[in-house]
């Protein structure tokens, strides 16, 4: 394990810089600041008074860095009703991240709020020189996070699902991918972030078609940094905050609660 220097543990406090409503659930802050960080790692974003919760850095330019929430809970939604010159605290970056080589052809599949450490990684991809078709997953087309961002980076083909068929696709973005691939495209790499039972079907395909992929694993993040232990997962005993979140599909697929379930902050279990 890499260790975390000691001002990535501590919290810094900050003011917004800006807020963007993104749909009427989700949010993005730029705060600025810059951690250094890398495509799929989190930082732990702290309300004085309320809670501190796991976010994924949806950009970190070397200026700003930016996250997108869905407001689910408590805690989300009272971050959304933050203004421009709130104070909030972060400690990060923690986690393992996506990487590539250059000019690789990446497939890059987004699921909910996963659309936005996908577009921290394929911007710095594209950067790279690498090729990118990126499949965005929601529920309807009022709930596609990122779209017309991915759209401007070069060398990058969109392609939309929705659930309801509202644009693109109907139906699941997995189904898109498996359509690239029996199509005959050939990716150097799969990078998905979203529900877990997406990324179980991603891990499906790559496996089946031999592919590296990358997945974005999610649990219950106290510390952030290896010490608690609350992310540990079942039988590996990996800590997802330190060993992932970015974990190879070959790894997710030796947890036996991937896509099964997932503990809470006491350790009950939760079926996805
Ligand atoms: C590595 C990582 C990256 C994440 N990135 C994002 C992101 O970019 N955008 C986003 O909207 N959400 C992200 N989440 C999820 C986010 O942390 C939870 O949705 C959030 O904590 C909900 O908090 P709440 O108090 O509003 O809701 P609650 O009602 O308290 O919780 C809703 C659900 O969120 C989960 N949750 C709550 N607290 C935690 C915690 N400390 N650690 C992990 N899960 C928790 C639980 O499964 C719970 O059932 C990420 C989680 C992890 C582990
Ligand atoms: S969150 Fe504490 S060990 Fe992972």
């Given at each position: ?38 495509p ?55 986690g ?19 659309a ?9 991809a ?30 990058t ?16 973005n ?21 529900p ?9 395909l ?34 997802l905050?330190?060993?992932?979140p ?27």
């Amino acid at each position: 394990m890499k260790s975390i220097p000691l001002q990535s543990r501590l919290p810094r406090t900050l003011r917004i810089a800006q807020v963007r409503k993104e749909t009427d659930m989700v949010t993005t802050f730029m705060l600025p600041i810059s951690l250094g960080s890398l495509p799929g790692q989190f930082l732990m974003l702290w309300l004085p008074g309320r809670d501190e919760i796991p976010m994924s850095i949806a950009l970190d330019d070397g200026e700003n860095l930016q996250v997108t929430f869905f407001a689910v809970g408590d805690m989300t939604q009272a971050l959304a009703k933050l203004k421009a010159g709130d104070l909030v605290g972060i400690r990060g970056p923690f986690g393992t991240s996506y990487a590539w080589e250059k000019k690789q052809h990446l497939a890059l599949v987004a699921g909910g709020y996963g659309a936005a450490p996908m577009f921290f990684a394929a911007s710095k991809a594209a950067q790279d020189g690498c090729t990118l078709d990126v499949i965005i997953g929601a529920r309807s087309r009022e709930h596609l996070l990122y779209q017309q961002s991915f759209a401007s980076l070069p060398r990058t083909t969109v392609h939309i699902a929705t659930d309801d068929g509202s644009e693109g696709h109907k139906g699941y973005n997995v189904t898109v991918l498996a359509e690239l691939l029996s199509s005959g495209v050939k990716f150097d790499q799969i990078f998905a972030c979203g529900p877990e039972r997406m990324l179980v079907a991603v891990s499906d395909l790559a496996a089946k078609e031999g592919t590296k992929c990358l997945l974005s694993l999610e649990r219950y993040m106290k510390c952030g940094y290896g010490l608690c232990g609350n992310c540990t997962v079942d039988p590996l005993g990996i800590r997802l905050c330190t060993e992932g979140p970015v974990v190879e599909g070959s790894l997710a697929r030796q947890i036996a609660e991937f896509g099964k379930y997932h503990r809470d902050e006491l350790g009950r279990k939760h079926p996805f």
